[in-house]
Each structure stands twice: as structure tokens, then as C-alpha cells.
């Protein structure tokens, strides 16, 4: 039975508010461990989510990329894959899931989301430009180092302001991005708004964030600067623009994420996000000419122009995945969760970045573990031990890990600048958890934080490896190692 995306958004008294508006139809196994044996594989394995073996991991929130649950229409769409290369039917199928989620007319498949990152940096930025950002990904900062740029961070106030609870806080500031972009505009070629915005404790982006950026650059523009929008979450963020941003609460997600899309130039997506599909992405664009000028770079790198990268059962799973992960019921689900999660922590004392949005619950582990100092590395510590408690695997953001380059000086490490906040992020799989598996979750990182001032500070290991160049300088957080200075309990 393959229902249709009409049949999905059907008016309903179901209560799809307090359970999902889906059943399970397959599950996954996990190897059982014991606490012993899991000290062993942390201590092997570097005391990272990351380097973790997946077979060893119950509940794995390292990353919310290709972690997804695909539906029984995912599935069968992808048996109806053409794999012809050159101009595959299943192109057609993702071309028009893709413009009818983004409104634009140009579309290019890519692997997955970096992959449509360089086709934008290579094909518009070039040294000595600036690019703002309300926060930059790990990627796109790597891009703009790449290409001889400056990535620049404006990120708001209020997100600064540890007691301050207000939606929205990904939001790019308005003040310091006018005056920024009146002094260099003849410098920059492009903007770019992460939505919501992953490193600054996933918090969402309002809709009259975007439009004021758009009014900006179309008031002050020099050189035909151009906005393009971060949305591999984007149908998420949607749902806090509906619930949370007067004006909104009667129109539909999918509506709300093409309004966000006719402000924009251009957009790039990690699919393996908010299209529940295990690899892919795309760009997509209004001006033909620079859609021509990406193509054959995309040919360089990913394929033909037509499944770029992905085979056409990808493209296929991609078309329907897209359109799944906007429908409001699954999205009022999804965000049911994370606040049953977030509720979860709280209740066990685990202080969490509020209001908690979206794709992910962030721990402020700084407050968790005050006894360690930022560049001791609270969140890799904290994340590690909660593992040892329990199978729970998790993402460290802390300034050990995710301390941020002086961008006139990326190569000092003298001038690393700490993180506002010790994050631990726990990046929530789509379809793919339960209640008890965040109660779980929530009662390991407890169980850590128990352990108090016995849980030890954190050092970088100096390995036999070669230094990373200054265009690979924004990557470092996925080749440096820690360790802990003495035990772990």
C-alpha cells in the first residue's frame, strides 16, 4: 500500500500529536555490551562519537545525516530506479519533487551537500572576497578558505544570552550584517543563512529574518551579491516559523519553506537530512547562467548533470523524501519528540540550550561540568562518559574541539577563539527512536554528570601527521584527538 502525498496531509481527528502518524514495518538489532567492554572501546577508539564503531553504539546521536528511517514509498520508488546515466527517467521524477519544494526553475543533483557547497564557492567566490553567515557550517568555512575568502559569523545576541528563551535565535543580526555589508559590499559575492542554524544550538530562523537580509542586500548591493540558503533542515524550521512566527499558523510547511525560497538566489541541500534518504543533495537556482557555469564543475566531480553523483534509485527515494519530510503531521511528530527529549534531560538535571528546536537536543555541558575550563574540553569529556554509561553516542562541540579560527589568521592556534557555549549535540535519527530510547539516553548523560569532579579534563594528542594546509584549516575538528588526562570513572 503506497499512499500519496494528498493522502498524507488529509484532514484527520487522529491524534497524531501524542504518537507518530507511521508504524514500524523494520528494525534493526543492536549488539549488546556491558560497561566494561564499552570503557575498552572508548578508550581504543579516542574518546570520540565520531571514531566510534557503529556496531558497538545502542543509541547513536552523533549526526542526524543519513541516519533516517526510508518509508515503504521510499522503498518502492527506489525499485522503480532508471539507471540509464545519461538523462535517467528517475532525473525527471527528483526535478520536479525538487522544484515544487524550492519554486526554482534550475535544479542539479549532487552527492550530497558539500558537494553542492563547492559547486557555489567555486563558481562565485574568489580570494579576497567576504561571506556572511548568521554561522557558517564546518564546510562552508573550509570553502571559503579554499577559495582565499573570509567567512564571517554574525550571529545574534540573543543566542549569546544564556537565559534569553526566545525562538528564533539562529537568526543572522540585523544590525551588525547592515553595517557589515555597507563597508564590503563591493567584497562580497555571496550570503549564506544556515536554517536553522546547526552550530549555534540549532536554533531556528524567522521568516522576517530572511526578508530583512534580502531588503539589505537588495538596498546596498555592488556587485550583484547573491543570497543562497542552507535547507537541509529547512522543512523543520518550518514547523517553528508556524508554530512560533505570527502570521503562519494557517498555512502549510511546504508553503512556509517556498515563501523562505522566493527570497533567496539560489539554495544547496544535504538530503540525507530533511529528505529521510540515506545520500544525496541538490542545488537549486533562479539564473540560468550560473546554473550552466556549475554544471560542468558538477561533471568534474560528481557526474553527468542528470544524477550527479547518485544512482537513479537515490533520485527516486530523494523525490519522495523531500515532499515526506515537509508534511505537518510527521513534522508536528518530530518536534513532539525533541521536546519529549529535551524534557527528559531537564528533569534529570542536564542543563540543555533552550528553547530545544527542531532536529536536536544541545547540551551545555559547560554548566554540566563546571570544573572543567572551556580548552578542557567539558562536552568531550561529558560525551565520552555518557557513552561508557550506557551505548549513548553523541557529538562534542565544546572549544577544545570547535574552537574557531581567527579567519585574518586561520593557521595560529594562539588565536583559536572559544566557543560561547560547551555544546554536546545529540543530533535526533528521523523516524528512527522512541521514548525509551530517549529516557535512555537522557538517564547516561545523568549517570555521567553524577560522577562529578572525578571526570577528568581533556588534552589534544600531538599525532604523526601531516599539518592540515590553510584551505583544509576549517576541517581540523575531524582529524584532531583528545584525551583524557587521567581515568575515566
Known amino acids: 500500500m503506497r499512499i500519496s502525498d494528498k493522502e498524507m496531509m488529509a484532514l484527520t481527528d487522529l491524534p497524531f500529536d501524542k504518537a507518530p502518524p507511521y ?6 538489532y543492536t549488539i549488546p555490551t556491558t560497561r566494561e567492554l564499552r570503557k575498552e572501546i572508548m578508550k581504543k577508539y579516542g574518546y570520540s562519537g565520531r571514531l566510534l564503531p557503529a556496531k558497538y ?14 518509508s515503504d514509498r521510499q522503498w518502492s520508488a527506489m525499485m522503480l530506479g532508471d539507471e540509464s546515466y545519461f538523462e535517467c527517467r528517475s532525473y525527471e521524477n527528483f526535478e520536479e519533487a525538487v522544484k515544487l519544494f524550492t519554486n526554482m526553475p534550475y535544479v542539479l543533483p549532487c552527492h550530497q551537500g558539500r558537494s553542492g557547497e563547492y559547486l557555489i564557492y567555486e563558481t562565485l567566490v574568489k580570494e579576497g572576497d567576504k561571506i556572511p553567515s548568521n554561522t557558517h557550517f564546518t564546510t562552508t568555512h573550509a570553502w571559503c578558505y579554499h577559495k582565499g575568502a573570509e567567512p564571517v559569523d554574525l550571529l545574534t545576541e540573543e543566542y549569546l544570552d544564556p537565559d534569553n528563551k526566545s525562538w528564533f535565535k539562529g537568526n543572522m543580526d540585523i544590525p551588525k550584517f547592515e553595517a557589515y555589508f555597507i563597508e564590503n559590499a563591493e567584497n562580497i559575492p555571496v550570503v549564506e543563512i544556515v536554517i536553522p542554524n546547526n552550530l549555534n544550538g540549532g536554533q531556528p530562523v524567522s521568516m522576517a529574518n530572511i526578508k530583512a537580509v534580502r531588503a539589505i542586500i537588495d538596498k546596498y548591493d555592488k556587485r550583484g551579491t547573491k543570497l543562497y ?3 537541509a533542515r529547512i522543512s523543520e524550521n518550518a514547523w517553528m516559523i508556524k508554530q512560533h512566527e505570527p502570521g503562519y499558523k494557517d498555512k502549510t510547511c511546504l508553503e512556509i519553506v517556498r515563501e523562505c525560497m522566493s527570497y533567496a538566489d539560489g539554495c544547496h541541500m544535504s538530503s540525507k537530512k530533511a529528505a529521510l534518504i540515506n545520500m544525496g543533495g541538490f542545488v537549486a537556482l533562479r539564473d540560468r547562467e550560473t546554473w ?3 554544471q560542468p564543475k558538477l561533471i568534474r566531480t560528481d557526474g553527468y ?8 534509485r537515490d533520485l527516486e527515494a530523494l523525490a519522495v523524501g523531500l515532499i515526506e519530510g515537509v508534511n505537518d503531521y ?3 511528530d518530530r518536534q513532539r519528540q525533541v521536546d519529549y527529549f529535551a524534557n527528559a534531560l531537564k528533569s534529570r538535571g542536564v542543563h540543555i540550550i533552550e528553547p530545544a528546536c527542531c532536529f536536536a537536543v544541545y547540551v551545555d555541558a559547560g554548566k554540566c561540568l563546571p570544573h572543567l575550563k572551556p580548552l578542557e574540553g567539558p562536552a568531550t569529556c561529558l560525551s565520552a562518559q555518557a557513552y561508557i554509561e550506557g551505548g549513548f553516542a553523541s557529538t562534542a562541540m565544546d572549544s577544545l574541539q ?8 586561520p593557521l595560529n592556534d594562539a588565536k583559536l577563539k ?28 545523568a549517570r555521567a554528570m553524577s560522577h562529578g569532579t572525578k571526570l577528568p579534563a581533556f588534552r589534544k594528542i600531538k599525532e604523526d601527521r601531516p599539518a592540515l594546509e590553510k584551505s583544509e584549516i576549517g576541517l581540523r575538528t575531524f582529524f584532531d584527538n583528545f584525551e583524557p588526562v587521567s581515568e575515566m570513572p
Open 23 to 28: 508504524r514500524i514495518k523494520t528494525v534493526e
Open 57 to 70: 553504539v545502542y543509541i547513536n546521536m552523533v549526526t542526524d545525516s543519513g541516519t533516517a528511517a526510508m
Open 229 to 231: 540558503l542552507d535547507v
Open 292 to 294: 550552466q557555469r556549475m
Open 305 to 312: 548533470i542528470t544524477y550527479g553523483g547518485l544512482s537513479g
Open 330 to 332: 510527521y513534522l508536528q
Open 402 to 409: 570547535r574552537a574557531r579560527e581567527d579567519t585574518s589568521d
Open 418 to 445: 572559544t566557543a560561547p557555549y560547551e555544546l554536546i549535540r545529540l543530533a535526533i535519527p528521523r523516524r528512527a527512536y522512541f521514548e525509551p530510547h530517549y529516557d535512555w539516553a537522557a538517564e547516561c548523560l
